[in-house]
């Protein structure tokens, strides 16, 4: 298993390098650590997204509005700080709501129109950054330097979709210049893991970075009947209802009130100590549960999106 060391190795340049070997302003990845649990019951999505630093003083995993229908957690390489200047540079800042696809571009397999506009727009905010990365970085080749989690509704009755989109780095030595790293960033890689494969059960979603953050899942918890998680059905018969659900692989049917009720008190007990934010999305947009401290800025509309404009993924289960 990999330590969260690897992951700070990233941060830090090499200051000892002199100054005329630099051929740009250093700069400095922050990583946002953390769990997104998601409970996708019936009419609407619920989520959480637990702060568990990769290191000292990191950002909290940050939700932002992408298009109206969709929310993204940011994890990772989300906030950039150059030592001259003391505001940093955060990505979920001045975004631009998905707009027509970028015909500059080939489209990514993993991918469909949407999904590789909000691919591009992120490739776009990190390609500066990552190209001032010019020490030699011991970071694991197949862990994303930066992750969106995507949650919400996808288009024409398609239902409840969330999606993950993982940034990786390669670095190429320069021999003629010395001790010199060419750093890129990679095409994102695209997962959907809702909704489910056909007959597979719908159960509570969790998502990680770094991937091996220690503790058990979720969802094994509620099959496991943890302690805590059967107190809660106990002592509460809208909970029971619910937790049955979930056992069933059913989740999908589980009453939103009640599931929304669930999770606000499953939440603190999965968190401990930790901060956490709670937001809820059905088809008719997004409302906070437990926000964050911090304003979260909306994206800006892009007036050039047709209304109709085509979100084809994988199809969801006609009889799930």
Sequence with gaps: MRTLLAALVLLLFAASAPAQDRTDEEIVANL???????????????????????????????????????????????????????NPIRLDRNFQRLGAKDPNYAPYSEAEPDLETLGTAFLEKLRPLVDQLHHKISFPSDQPIFEVVVIGYGPSDYGPEVWTVEYRIEQEEIATRGDFWQTRILRPRFEQIYPPEKHAPHTILETRYPPDLKGPQVNDLVQGNDPRIAKLAAGDQRYAKVLADLRKGEAQKAPPQESADFMRALVPI????????????????????VAPEE???KAKDDKNRPSDAPTLRRKPNPNP
């Design 270 to 289: 999965i968190a401990g100590d930790a901060p956490f934010v709670m937001g809820i999305m059905d088809e008719h947009g997004f409302k906070w549960v």
């Design 295 to 297: 304003p979260v800025e």
């Design 32 to 86: 946002a650590g953390g769990r997104v649990i998601i409970h996708v019951a019936r009419d609407e999505i619920i989520f959480a997204a637990i702060d568990q630093p990769v290191e000292e003083h990191g950002p909290p995993p940050r939700v932002m509005d992408i298009d109206g229908a969709h929310v993204g957690i940011l994890f990772g390489a989300s906030e950039w700080q150059r030592p001259a200047d003391p």
